[in-house]
């Protein structure tokens, strides 16, 4: 939650640092502001609301400072106002400060520096930080320099209890900038006299490829030429540049309406990508970046996969593949509630963790106890360098490009094709499953693309059934086995960018309870895509039907579509693998019924792209 971005160099900062912000907005866009080192000291300017509102601040075009940062903030301490934007400063305005993250002891921080004469003028978290630093840096009798400013900031954040990424500059010192993380992301683009300081790396990728990406709390000094690292103890460490392989067009609209569109259409090819060189044409199943060895896997006797939202449902379908070819006991676990339950971990247990971002926070602590208990442990994740990449003992990549809608979809196919290929590695190794069946669904794999690309003619369809539904105050999502899956994250989409009430159910369950909510005129959507199952299934959508219910059929069976008001037929696949197909449908569902209601596809009310707090 929360963006931020900085900018060191010889042009003028301001009109940098709104671009940057208005390329994070997605991660939070209550309010946002910037500070520059002026010639006259540092200027603030903040504003409620989204980050184009600060063009109209006055005085923001007459900025000429070269240094500055900048914030669009989620607001978790104080409500989304003028005064509770960021950049804060403290009571002498000699540092200005953005942050990203939740300062969990800040009242006691609060009370600690209200003892010492300062006033806070907002109600957030981060007001104590400009404070703690001013704090420190006048306690240090040392003549001033920049290893005093370091100094300060140093002690400030061990003081602070929390995730933070900040960014610090100073009236004192106007060639610098201080910056440093602990469970918040944060990364530094550095060309040859400038240095670009953002929460991710799109928001910044049209300047540079060449990145450093930071540890936690390895404190950094910034000048337009350098960028030099310190550890905790303030000794000097070096660091190498990652070059960054994306593309930068890949985080701009390209035409597209919407990112979220725009991303539902590169599917197929963000698919290829995540398959890429694993499955070769010869059908030979290699990851290059995992060396497992039988009697490894052997010895494995329960695996976790641990995500949250839609990371999480990709996970459902990683259970139903492991489970099918590995023979090995998968359980799912949202990772904000496996970090308080006290799992069953041993060293033989093999946890999976999927993230897009890389970054949520339940993700990275459920790693970080998996591996505290002694866990083998496993990334999948799509940013390179991202926190949970560089926890976990190995890492593989989803290679899908940046997402940048907050609501995820390539994402979520290129997670589930690649826990597929993963179980197939461990099936071949195991030699669980026969090769037969292993070949047939590496075929499967490879043919996904192109089965993507039909399966996105369903379009026209799919609008003119939005344009009928849109208006509805309640759905229902229906699917058995690896269906119930998709159903799922189809119920999420619809109501995280069309906030229309939905639920999803295992098809038999319904007439367990929720059938009582089905009334005349509901839409129900079933997915059906197992042969084995979809007689089951039809008889539980007869079942909704004879109570009135308007029906919504996903499938790739040759059944009589007579019975339901709209069937979208899609290609036949494995139904292992039938979720990248069969999500399809879903997710341009969702986005065509939040386009009628005129809402704000890409940003979502409450929601940022990456919950970088708990
Ligand atoms: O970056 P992550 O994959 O860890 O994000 C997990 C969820 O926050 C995310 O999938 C969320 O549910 C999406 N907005 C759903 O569209």
């Given at each position: ?182 469970d918040s992301p944060l990364v530094i683009g550095t060309c040859e006299n400038e240095k670009y300081i953002s929460s991710d790396i799109p928001a910044i990728l049209s300047y540079t490829r060449d990145f450093y990406l930071l ?182 990549y989803t290679h899908a490009g940046p997402e940048i809608a907050v609501a995820s979809t390539k994402a979520y196919t290129s997670q589930v094709v690649l826990i597929n290929i993963l179980a197939i590695y461990f099936a071949e ?186």
């Amino acid at each position: 939650m929360c963006g931020i971005v900085g900018y060191i160099g010889n042009k003028k900062a301001c009109p940098i640092l709104i671009a940057g912000l208005t390329r994070l907005e997605y991660r939070g866009y209550d309010s946002a502001g910037v500070s520059t080192i002026e010639k006259k000291g540092l200027s603030i300017k903040k504003a409620k609301g989204r980050v184009k509102n600060l063009n109209t601040l006055d005085g923001i075009n007459e900025l000429e400072g070269t240094i500055g940062i900048a914030h669009t903030r989620w607001a978790t301490h104080g409500k989304p106002s003028d005064e509770n934007a960021h950049p804060h400063q403290d009571n002498s305005k000699t540092f200005s400060v953005v942050h990203n993250g939740i300062i969990e002891n800040y009242t006691e921080l609060r009370n600690l520096l209200e003892n010492n004469g300062y006033h806070f003028y907002s109600q957030t978290d981060t007001e104590v930080i400009p404070n703690l630093i001013h704090y420190y840096f006048t306690k240090d009798k040392e003549k001033d320099s920049i290893m005093k400013f370091l100094r300060a900031v140093r002690n400030a954040c061990l003081d602070l209890k929390g995730s933070y990424a900040i960014e610090v500059i100073s009236s004192y010192f106007p060639d610098n900038m201080i910056v440093v993380r602990k469970d918040s992301p944060l990364v530094i683009g550095t060309c040859e006299n400038e240095k670009y300081i953002s929460s991710d790396i799109p928001a910044i990728l049209s300047y540079t490829r060449d990145f450093y990406l930071l540890n936690d709390l390895e404190f950094t000094i910034l000048s337009r030429t350098s960028a030099k690292f310190f550890d905790t103890e303030l000794n000097e460490i070096k660091k190498k540049t990652d070059v960054i392989e994306w593309n930068s067009s890949a985080a701009e609209k390209d035409g597209y309406e919407d990112f979220m569109l725009k991303e539902i259409y590169e599917q197929p090819t963000a698919v290829r990508e995540t398959i890429g060189s694993r499955i070769s044409n010869n059908l030979k199943c290699e990851f290059e970046e995992l060396k497992f060895t039988k009697e490894q896997l052997k010895k494995i006797n329960k695996i976790y996969i641990i995500a949250c939202g839609t990371a999480m449902h990709a996970g459902l379908s990683g259970k139903n593949t492991i489970e099918k070819l590995c023979r090995i006991p998968t359980e799912v676990d949202i990772a904000s509630e496996f970090r308080y339950r006290d799992p069953i971990i041993d060293k033989n247990t093999l946890c999976i963790f999927i993230s897009q971002s890389g970054e949520t926070a339940d993700t990275i602590a459920a790693l970080k106890l998996a591996k505290s208990e002694g866990a083998t442990t496993i990334a999948i994740s799509n940013v390179i360098g991202s926190s949970i990449t560089r926890e976990a003992d190995y890492s593989i990549y989803t290679h899908a490009g940046p997402e940048i809608a907050v609501a995820s979809t390539k994402a979520y196919t290129s997670q589930v094709v690649l826990i597929n290929i993963l179980a197939i590695y461990f099936a071949e190794i195991l030699k669980s499953t026969k090769k037969e069946i292993l070949d047939n669904l590496k075929q499967e794999i490879l043919s996904l693309p192109k089965k993507i690309e039909e399966t996105l003619k369903c379009k026209d369809q799919i609008l003119e059934f939005a344009k009928k539904v849109y208006q509805e105050k309640d759905m229902f999502f229906l699917g058995r086995g690896i269906d119930e899956t998709v159903a799922k994250e189809g119920s999420l989409k619809l109501k995280e960018i069309s906030y229309i009430h939905s639920e999803s159910y295992a098809a038999g369950e319904l007439k367990h309870g929720p059938i009582a909510l089905i009334e005349n005129g509901v839409t129900v959507i079933g997915i059906m895509t197992d042969e084995k199952l979809v007689e089951k299934t039809i008889s539980n959508i007869q079942e909704v039907i004879t109570r009135g219910a308007k029906t919504l059929i996903i499938t790739n069976q040759k059944i009589n579509y007579n019975s339901f008001n709209e069937a979208i037929v899609i290609p036949e696949t494995n139904p292992l693998v039938s979720p990248i197909l069969s999500v399809i449908p879903l997710q341009l569902l969702s986005y065509f019924i939040s386009k009628e209601k005129g809402l704000d596809v890409d940003k979502p009310r409450n929601l940022a792209k990456s919950v970088t707090v708990e």
